[in-house]
């Protein structure tokens, strides 16, 4: 079956953008790791949901009132990094095995798709797939193939993390060693958010 050399970018950028570490997949892991798979479903279609409504979203037009009104994307990327600083310290702090389940709860289906609104890197993402992979002329069909790719493979690649989180959780059954997987992943989720913000 002959894969046009625009299908293999389209698929090879929306590989590179989902499964890389980021925001969602780190929360993803460490909501998996602290409250288990089961308790993190509803954080994970919250994820997967929430980034293809704010990708269709971008591609019917808010795109074009960010190009128009610059300001606005960039309170929109201060906001989401105050906010992702916040978490980045909640998962710092986050106590041991049994502190942290009856003291925390995982970010709820809501949580998780407001969440990207306030993700930097689904900003850049779904902005710069829909400026690269449609056009004008065949607009439509070019996007329901964007959102049908990111859907598959984002739901893939945030499997991998969401099972990654698991098996750390079978591996992981000292408090100590958790508190500090729990700041590595806190500071790690801070640092991602610098280049986002054209910080560097």
């Not at 590179?16 to 998996?32: D, E, H, R, Y």
């Not at 309170?75 to 998962?91: F, S």
């Not at 710069?128 to 065949?138: C, K, M, R, W």
């Not at 100590?176 to 790690?188: D, P, Q």
């Amino acid at each position: 079956m002959y894969v046009s050399h625009e299908l293999i970018s389209m698929l090879t950028f929306c590989l590179a953008a989902s499964i890389t570490p980021g925001p969602n997949t780190l929360m993803l892991m460490t909501s998996s790791l602290n409250h288990g798979v089961a308790r993190s479903w509803p954080h994970f279609w919250g994820v997967i949901l929430g980034f293809n409504f704010m990708l269709a979203t971008i591609a019917l037009g808010l795109g074009a009132v960010f190009t128009a009104y610059p300001m606005a994307h960039q309170i929109i990327k201060i906001l989401g990094g105050a906010y992702l600083l916040y978490l980045a310290w909640k998962i710092a702090t986050s106590s041991g095995l049994n502190e942290e389940k009856s003291r925390s709860e995982p970010l709820t289906f809501w949580q998780a798709v407001l969440f990207q609104w306030l993700n930097p890197k689904a900003w850049i993402i779904s902005i710069g797939a829909v400026a690269s992979f449609t056009q004008v002329g065949d607009f439509i069909a070019q996007f329901l193939r964007l959102l049908v790719v990111f859907f598959t493979i984002g739901t893939a690649s945030m499997l991998v993390w969401l099972f990654f989180g698991a098996l750390l959780n079978r591996l992981i059954h000292n408090d100590r060693v958790l508190k500090r997987f729990n700041i590595a992943m806190g500071l790690l989720l801070a640092v991602s958010i610098v280049p986002m913000l054209g910080v560097v």
